[in-house]
């Protein structure tokens, strides 16, 4: 059985135009309404996007954590951006996560006029390979699958980036140096995922769905690499790493950080990866 292949490389940090005429894009975990929620740069972002097709691979709302909500113009400003796309021929496709799992129930009101909503698809790339296409939540250990625990999760993260905000403010920390309350959420993530397991779970699922490849979100950690002679994307998220996953008309797959300078805390979910053989771009 093959393993990872080891080469990798960072999402080249994109120019503006970087998601203009694409075939698709895909974004995972912009977490609107949660405290870590960064509205601004997602709005920049939508208002720049000129695709065939856009996939919302899940935790876009996280409104249904029972905590405070916090929401302001600029997410109303996003959702009326992504109606837009809808309504003048972006194909638009939600596929809800663990932080709004209530839209995946029978009945569920699509919260987005114009958006279909689906918990898992088939995406076929413009070079004939297919992709299994879902949050990846739908992998997690069975205890981890409880909402109990995405509402216990999420409170947990708010509360410590409460207490990191607060020791960067008194102690006049760097933008890039990570906090001890930023190193204890980073191993958090790193204990949920379980090294690898989270990555050989959705590629073992793709390859039983008879999919070349798998794209997800849910880890917050931007991968594009292979693993087991399937292709893995994930496209990070909008809280730290600010990165797409772009597909081009010629069927590559490109992840890039689209809004680097937005991002001053480090990321706290590890280091982004790519690697040549899904189509990861390089600076020249």
Same mark, same amino acid.
């Given at each position: 059985?093959?393993?990872?292949?080891?080469?990798?490389?960072?999402?080249?940090?994109?120019?503006?135009?970087?998601?203009?005429?694409?075939?698709?894009?895909?974004?995972?975990?912009?977490?609107?309404?949660?405290?870590?929620?960064?509205?601004?740069?997602?709005?920049?972002?939508?208002?720049?996007?000129?695709?065939?097709?856009?996939?919302?691979?899940?935790?876009?709302?996280?409104?249904?954590?029972?905590?405070?909500?916090?929401?302001?113009?600029?997410?109303?400003?996003?959702?009326?951006?992504?109606?837009?796309?809808?309504?003048?021929?972006?194909?638009?496709?939600?596929?809800?996560?663990?932080?709004?799992?209530?839209?995946?129930?029978?009945?569920?009101?699509?919260?987005?006029?114009?958006?279909?909503?689906?918990?898992?698809?088939?995406?076929?790339?413009?070079?004939?390979?297919?992709?299994?296409?879902?949050?990846?939540?739908?992998?997690?250990?069975?205890?981890?699958?409880?909402?109990?625990?995405?509402? !216990?999760?999420?409170? $947990?993260? *708010?509360?410590?980036?409460?207490? @990191?905000?607060?020791? /960067? +403010?008194?102690?006049? =920390? #760097?933008?890039?140096?990570?906090?001890?309350?930023?190193? !204890?959420?980073?191993? $958090?993530? *790193?204990?949920?995922?379980?090294? @690898?397991?989270?990555? /050989? +779970?959705?590629?073992? =699922? #793709?390859?039983?769905?008879?999919?070349?490849?798998?794209?997800?979100?849910?880890?917050?950690?931007?991968?594009?690499?292979?693993? @087991?002679?399937?292709?893995?994307?994930?496209?990070?998220?909008?809280?730290?790493?600010?990165?797409?996953?772009?597909?081009?008309?010629?069927?590559?797959?490109?992840?890039?950080?689209?809004?680097?300078?937005?991002?001053?805390?480090?990321?706290?979910?590890?280091?982004?990866?790519?690697?040549?053989?899904?189509?990861?771009?390089?600076?020249?």
């Amino acid at each position: 059985m093959s393993h990872a292949r080891p080469e990798i490389a960072p999402p080249i940090p994109a120019p503006p135009a970087a998601a203009r005429g694409v075939r698709s894009v895909f974004l995972s975990d912009l977490h609107l309404g949660a405290r870590a929620g960064r509205p601004g740069p997602i709005l920049a972002f939508l208002r720049r996007l000129d695709a065939e097709r856009l996939y919302l691979v899940g935790d876009i709302l996280d409104t249904f954590h029972g905590g405070k909500l916090h929401w302001g113009p600029t997410e109303d400003a996003i959702l009326g951006e992504i109606e837009r796309l809808a309504r003048t021929g972006t194909e638009v496709t939600y596929l809800p996560g663990n932080h709004d799992a209530p839209l995946r129930a029978p009945g569920a009101v699509p919260p987005l006029a114009g958006v279909r909503m689906r918990e898992a698809l088939i995406h076929r790339g413009a070079d004939g390979r297919r992709h299994l296409v879902l949050h990846g939540d739908q992998c997690d250990r069975r205890m981890m699958r409880w909402h109990v625990m995405t509402r !216990l999760g999420s409170r $947990a993260d *708010a509360a410590l980036r409460r207490l @990191d905000e607060s020791l /960067r +403010r008194h102690a006049g =920390l #760097a933008p890039d140096t990570r906090s001890p309350f930023g190193a !204890l959420q980073a191993t $958090a993530n *790193a204990l949920m995922n379980l090294g @690898d397991r989270f990555e /050989r +779970r959705l590629t073992a =699922l #793709a390859a039983a769905a008879g999919a070349d490849g798998v794209i997800c979100g849910h880890s917050h950690k931007p991968v594009l690499k292979e693993v @087991d002679g399937i292709a893995y994307a994930n496209c990070g998220d909008w809280v730290d790493s600010f990165t797409a996953l772009v597909e081009h008309h010629d069927g590559r797959m490109a992840l890039i950080a689209v809004a680097p300078e937005a991002a001053p805390r480090p990321a706290s979910a590890g280091t982004a990866q790519g690697a040549g053989g899904f189509g990861a771009e390089r600076p020249a």
